[in-house]
């Protein structure tokens, strides 16, 4: 094997500069002859990508927020697009007057993902060939919204690359990719939440406590790693009533994973979770207390992480949950809740 060029087959197609070459040649020289098998069977090896699992709920999500059309318009860019968000048909670019059938749609969109956006993903991301699939399809979904360009110089990547948590990541990043022109689109903002829940399996703690009910077990998981029996301290007296109180719960132990997670996976301890109005009254609580979780979508819990420092629980609690945050570190945990309406608070305890 006198040079790399030679021995690597590569095509005219392919060809690197003379300067390219040079210095390959120069590495090429250094190895021994059993090096150079082993580096020539990985360069000619095909790329791996992780198992397709990614592609049927990426093009769920795809289809959810770009909408379908089988006649060329214009995009807000200007760009002539068809389908669900194409802009080429079969290598060529799209032009007012194309029609297409929603089939033909369908193969495009799947074209896409598999073709671009699913290996620009792996490739810039590498991290993500092991997340799971619905997190896959979510990086899909905001690449193909906002194009592989934009992956490539996000701060998302950078972070990811340098081995941050993956949910934090996500939660604090993805949400900035909402705006046009400066100013948050509701469509864009609704996309992104959609995304991160996708990511965080806030959809899957969806579907794991639909088959819950306030009389499961205790030891029956809200999420991974909260059981419902967390919520009532395991005491019968603070087994939830009804249906709406353990999904606002399962709405807080979604949350509390990803505090979890950003924590080092270290255990949450919730120190209160519901109280009915007798334990509200008795522990002095607030006669509106969002303990008491007396309607729909209102509840609260407050925790603290062993091996956690307090003040830093509390402080990313702040910037990342939207809804109800007492600030109670200094008394040794964090209010999380939610109250009606759904309204940004935060107090001192």
Not at 132 to 144: E, K, M
Not at 228 to 243: I, V, W
Not at 342 to 349: F, G
Request: with cysteine; glycine share 8%.
């Amino acid at each position: 094997m006198s040079n790399f060029l030679s021995a690597a087959r590569w095509t005219d197609k392919d060809q690197p500069q003379p300067h390219q070459i040079a210095a390959w040649n120069i590495a090429w020289s250094w190895l021994s002859k059993d090096q150079q098998e082993e580096f020539l069977e990985t360069f000619r090896s095909a790329p791996k990508l992780p198992p397709q699992t990614w592609l049927e709920p990426a093009i769920q999500i795809i289809k959810q927020f770009e909408g379908l059309r089988l006649d060329a318009y214009l995009c807000p860019a200007n760009v002539p697009t068809i389908g669900y968000g194409a802009t080429s048909i079969n290598g060529r670019p799209v032009k007012i007057g194309d029609k297409i059938t929603e089939v033909q749609a369908l193969q495009l969109l799947q074209e896409q993902i598999k073709n671009v956006y699913a290996p620009g993903v792996f490739g810039l991301i590498p991290a993500s060939t092991a997340f799971r699939p619905a997190q896959q399809a979510a990086l899909i979904s905001w690449a193909f919204n906002v194009g592989l360009s934009a992956v490539e110089e996000s701060t998302l990547r950078k972070r990811i690359a340098n081995k941050e948590n993956p949910i934090t990541v996500i939660s604090e990043e993805l949400i900035k990719w909402d705006k046009a022109d400066g100013k948050p689109l509701e469509g864009l903002t609704r996309r992104r939440k959609a995304e991160i829940e996708l990511f965080i399996g806030r959809t899957e703690v969806q579907q794991q406590t639909a088959k819950l009910s306030p009389s499961a077990s205790f030891s029956s998981r809200l999420t991974p790693h909260i059981t419902l029996g967390e919520f009532a301290l395991n005491e019968e007296a603070r087994r939830f009533r009804h249906q709406y109180q353990l999904d606002t719960a399962a709405e807080l132990a979604g949350f509390l994973e990803r505090v979890r997670l950003a924590f080092g996976g270290k255990p949450i301890i919730i120190t209160s979770g519901y109280r009915t109005p007798a334990i509200n009254h008795a522990v002095g609580g607030a006669s509106n207390s969002e303990h008491l979780f007396d309607a729909p979508g209102v509840g609260a819990v407050d925790f603290w992480i062993s091996g956690a420092n307090i003040e830093h629980v509390q402080d990313w609690c702040d910037k990342n949950w939207p809804y109800s945050v007492g600030y109670g570190a200094k008394k040794g945990f964090v209010h999380l809740g939610i109250r009606k309406g759904r309204p940004r608070v935060r107090w001192d305890y």
